[in-house]
Every structure is written in structure tokens, then in C-alpha cells.
């Protein structure tokens, strides 16, 4: 048994992964009855991920803001701005692709039991709330713009305190990434058990009636993650961006894809800046933060599916209102809720835009949490690995202005 644990951890863990899918695939297909004792993987997995995700962002922001050195720099500005440079370009080809290839979807489904924010100034005021939230609840709800908050201003609190105190919060830091770790390595079993419970629950019936939205949205967010995201790369680094780009699609995507949660996906995304030689200072802080605001898929949602409903009943959309629509999908993004198909409930905002009754908008709604089975998992898998890759890209950027 032993020597079989040891082969196995020998192989690669997006070798392991893929294994994981392909066994998941067959079980749903020829054993659907065993869903009750193969579905559980799944969910003890993303539990695990995210029960880990909070005390993980708030010891590794504390140790690296509390033990930074003065004069040290770190990458944070360059990586918020491709955070927000990102999401504004994915919302122009959330837009483009609309006017380029226009669709219209039959509105029939309800959405009852969700309640969308009633303006931007509600999306902020939430924002904002969720800043100054109790520490406490903050940990217990995973509301991490409050726990990255708390982070930091007990990070600058504990800058002048005993080494023994940093050493302590470092020696925390240190055995929660170990746990995420251990894990990590459950992760082809965890997976195992999604694949096979997403096959089991939804099937792919009830994608065929909005398979030319699910086809335009898809598209714009493959664009997105193979186009626009290297070209970004390329500008800042001066080098051939794919090897990156592919490498965090395979090793942060693939787990994001089947877990559809950013913040779930943290962990995951820590353990590969550590791969990558990143720098700990910054990625310890640009994580969490792109888990919180960095959302070009959700931008791409936002924008595909406002101007469809658009499309639908005859709306017709000038220039001017459309980068309006473009900046609010962006802004919209960033205030987007970290569960799957958060980014849904913001459709009625933006088409409240064109004066579109939240009536109809809130069907458009329903129609996203049909085709959220791929849309949703698509969306989180290209927000996610961005994180990876932005931070990435400011370290090599950095590195290349220096030498």
C-alpha cells in the first residue's frame, strides 16, 4: 500500500487531476446510482479549500506586512493595474463580440428567491461594508475584502513588535500552508467527485436551447484567456507570455473550473506563485485581492448577457452607451459575489442602463443559472488563473526593469 502511495504522489498533480476527471466521467456514466458515497469527494473538497482560504489569507497578509523590510518594494500597483486593465479589455470583448455577433434568447425562465443590488451605489456601499466588517465574521462568512483589511492593519500594527511575535505569526503562516498543501494532493479525488456529480445532476440537455449564448460567451472568455491576457503579458514582460499563460490555465484553471469559486481557488493558487518563485510579500496579498476584484470573466457575463437582452427586444444600443455598458460591467465585476453565479444578479444593474424592466432582466437571470453549469465554472476558471498570471507578469516586468 505503501509503494502505492508513493507512485502515486510520484506523478504529476495535473497528470493525477486529469485521471481524477476521466474516472469521474466513466462513474456518472456507468454507475450513476453511487452518487450519494462519489459525489461526497467533491464536496469535502472545495469544504476543505474553503475552510482553509480565510485563516490562509489573513496569517500570510499578516507575516508578510508585519515582516516586510523598509525599502523593500514590492509589485502591488503594477498587478492592480492589470487587474483593472484586464477586466476593462474583457468587458470591450464582451461588448465587441455582442455587436459583431448578435443573439437573442427566449425568456422563459423565472429567478425567484434572488435579490439583484438596485444601483452601483448599492454594489459600493456593500463593497465598502464588507471592509469594515467584524473581523470574527469576516473569517466565518470568507468575506475577504474584511479579512484582507484586518490583515493588513494588524501587519502595520505588529511592524515595530518583538521578533519573537513575527516569528510566531510566521510559524502560523508557515503550518497553514502546510495544510493547504496536504490538501492540494486530495485534490484529483475531490475533483473526481464534482466531475461525476455535474454529469449526474445537469446533464448537457439543458444547454442545447441557449447554445449560441453559451457559444458566445464561451468564446469571448477563450478569447479572453488566450488573446488578450498573453497580449497584456507580452507588453509588460517583452517575452513569449505562453509557456506562463498555459502553464496557470493548466495548474489553476483546471482545479477552478470544477470547484467554480475564486476564493476556493485561493490555496491552489498560492501553493503555484511558490512554484513559480514568486515573491511571498507580494503574492500573499495580490491573491486575495484578485479572488476579491479581479473578475474579467464576470465582466464578460455581465456585458454578453445585458446586450442579448438587448438584442431580444429590439433595444437598439449606440456607441456611447455601450462603453458606458463597459466600464459599469467592469466596476460591476469587481463588486461581483464570490459564490457561483454571483455574477448574475448584477445583470438587471447594467440592463437597467437601456431601461430594461427588471422584470425581463431577472428572467435573463434564469437563463444564466441554466447555462451557469459551463458558463459559471468557465467564468471562474479564467478569473482565477488571471490572479496567477498578473501576479506573475508584475515579478517578471519587475525583474526585467532591473537587469
Not at 510559524?171 to 486530495?186: G, H, P, Q, Y
Not at 500573499?284 to 455581465?302: D, E, H, K, R
Request: hydrophobic letters at 55%; glycine letters at 8%.
Amino acid at each position: 500500500m505503501k509503494n502505492i502511495v508513493h507512485k502515486w504522489s510520484q506523478i504529476s498533480l495535473v497528470k493525477r487531476i486529469l485521471i481524477g476527471i476521466i474516472v469521474g466521467i466513466l462513474l456518472a456514466l456507468t454507475i450513476p446510482e453511487a452518487t450519494s458515497w462519489v459525489s461526497i469527494l467533491g464536496s469535502l473538497f472545495v469544504g476543505a479549500l474553503k475552510a482553509v482560504a480565510p485563516i490562509l489569507v489573513l496569517f500570510l497578509v499578516m507575516n508578510a506586512i508585519s515582516g516586510h523590510k523598509a525599502g523593500k518594494k514590492t509589485n502591488m500597483k503594477t498587478i492592480i493595474g492589470l487587474y483593472v486593465i484586464g477586466t476593462v479589455l474583457a468587458g470591450v470583448v464582451g461588448v465587441v463580440a455582442s455587436f459583431l455577433f448578435p443573439v437573442s434568447i427566449t425568456l422563459k425562465p423565472s429567478a425567484e428567491g434572488v435579490a439583484p443590488p438596485e444601483g452601483i451605489l448599492e454594489v459600493i456601499q456593500t463593497l465598502l461594508n464588507n471592509i469594515v466588517a467584524n473581523p470574527v465574521s469576516a473569517i466565518i462568512n470568507a468575506n475577504y475584502l474584511g479579512i484582507l483589511a484586518w490583515a493588513i492593519l494588524l501587519g502595520f500594527a505588529l511592524k515595530k513588535s518583538a521578533d519573537s511575535t513575527k516569528t510566531m505569526i510566521a510559524n502560523f503562516s508557515d503550518a497553514t500552508t502546510n495544510i493547504v498543501k496536504w490538501v492540494i494532493e486530495l485534490a484529483p479525488f475531490g475533483i473526481l467527485g464534482l466531475v461525476f456529480d455535474a454529469i449526474y445532476t445537469n446533464g448537457l440537455e439543458t444547454l442545447v436551447e441557449y447554445g449560441q449564448l453559451l457559444v458566445l460567451l464561451l468564446s469571448c472568455m477563450f478569447f479572453v484567456a488566450l488573446v488578450i491576457n498573453p497580449l497584456i503579458t507580452f507588453i509588460y514582460t517583452r517575452q513569449n507570455p505562453y509557456p506562463l499563460v498555459l502553464r496557470t490555465l493548466r495548474e489553476s484553471a483546471l482545479t477552478a473550473f470544477f470547484t467554480r469559486s475564486s476564493a476556493a481557488n485561493i490555496p491552489v493558487n498560492m501553493a503555484l506563485c511558490e512554484k513559480l518563485g514568486l515573491d511571498k510579500d507580494t503574492y500573499s496579498v495580490s491573491i486575495p485581492l484578485g479572488a476579491t476584484i479581479n473578475m474579467a470573466g464576470a465582466a464578460v457575463t455581465i456585458s454578453v448577457l445585458t446586450l442579448a437582452t438587448a438584442h431580444t427586444i429590439g433595444t437598439d444600443v449606440d456607441i456611447w452607451t455601450a462603453i458606458i455598458l463597459v466600464v459599469l460591467s467592469a466596476v460591476s465585476a469587481a463588486g461581483a459575489s464570490g459564490v457561483p453565479g454571483g455574477s448574475l444578479l448584477l445583470i438587471p444593474l447594467a440592463c437597467s442602463l437601456f431601461g430594461i424592466s427588471n422584470d425581463i432582466a431577472m428572467q435573463v437571470v434564469g437563463v444564466g443559472f441554466i447555462i451557469g453549469v459551463l458558463q459559471d465554472s468557465c467564468e471562474t476558471a479564467l478569473n482565477s488563473s488571471s490572479d496567477v498570471l498578473f501576479t506573475a507578469t508584475a515579478d517578471i516586468a519587475n525583474k526585467r526593469s532591473q537587469g
